[in-house]
């Protein structure tokens, strides 16, 4: 009940400072996210040629097999712009939870739009090209800390668009949005979102050097808490890093609309909310190539074929969890076990109503079990250590023989704010 009192408003902040209002300036700051610090450098006509990341995990091969074709997903941020050349037919209807003035297409400050388009933009007008193109976006508009200093704004939005996700036909929840607080209600909606066989991504935040806090939802055991690499496959130093981190993606010089405006791209660190952005797009290809499959089964191989570098199969690293992402050893290989459709990869328990199965579904151990023989320090990309184990941390992104590096770093995207964008 504290929780959820402490939370009354929310200050959530998209990419550059999105986060939940916690009921005081203090509380809306640590959710806040925000696109400071980043330098206007990319324009339209040339930022796709920044997104290095699609050509690492070959995307137009990918595309050849499955674009997302029949996948909804749901994106809990700060708003989505429809009409942005690259989103034009992309986006359907959604909910606005804020409770304030607009709608779920009013984009407050671009975090929102810019994760849509990383999910399913198609390139059009020289915008960004998503992983998932062939995608839909429904956008779920929340507020984050500055957002609710200027408005009186629903306290749950967060719970309630989950639940409101939870309630429709999409597959995949992708939230860019965290806090460093628990909330009940907010705990019920996730839990119920599984229960209705959802995957839910959410970042993990960017704050590693800022306390290092487990952010909330991507820190609660039925998330899939995703991490951010940079261009070498090595966590960013500005992702947090726990049992909390389950799995990592490209985030780091990752393009983001500047602001609200829409005018110009700007180039920095999109960090773990471009992670999360880039994850479900590739659970989204997954999912759209294998549509009997559930969520277990699309979150199974995701961690089964992620690029781990040299530590064992089925341990889990504090920062990057099971590896980085590589949906194309899946789409176009077809490698990787879906497991029990029923159950979860994260919990070991089963998501269809039956009772939790007492036996774990297979040997990986699950979260808060992390094993630190992982590599931990090597992954961190801050030691010497680390410089040595350069060549196996590129291994896990190498793909057909051809070096497939992911970047997982930067932090302009992520959790900033009390509910910041993460």
Known sequence: MAADMSQTRKCRVPLEAPGFLIGTLVAAAAWSVGLSGFAPSAVASDVQSKQWYLSAMR???MWKVSTGEGIKIA??????NPSTPSLKGQVLKGLDATGAEGDEYDDYDGHGTT??????????GGGLKGLAPGAKIVPMRIADTQFQNKHSVNAYDAA???RAAADSDVKIISMSFGSEFEMDREIEAVKYAQSKGKLFFAAVGNEAKKGNKAIYPAAYPEVVGVAATDRMGKASDTSQHGDFVDISAPGENVPFWCDRKFESYCQGN????AATAITSAAAALIWSAHPDWTANQVLNVLFDTAGRGDWKKGTLSNYLGHGIIRPAVNILKGKGDPGDPDISPLTKERTSGSPASSASASSQPGKGETDEKAGDTAMAGSTADAEKKDDNSRL????????AVVVLGGGAFVLVRRRRAV
Not at 75 to 80: E, K, L
Not at 115 to 123: K, N, Q, R, V
């Open 115 to 124: 994760m849509a388009e990383l999910i399913a933009g198609t390139g059009q």
């Open 160 to 162: 309630d668009s989950i």
């Open 270 to 273: 999109g960090g773990t909310s």
């Open 75 to 80: 994106v809990i941020d700060s708003g989505v």
């Open 59 to 61: 995307a137009e091969e």
């Open 396 to 403: 896990g992104l190498i793909l057909g023989g051809a070096a």
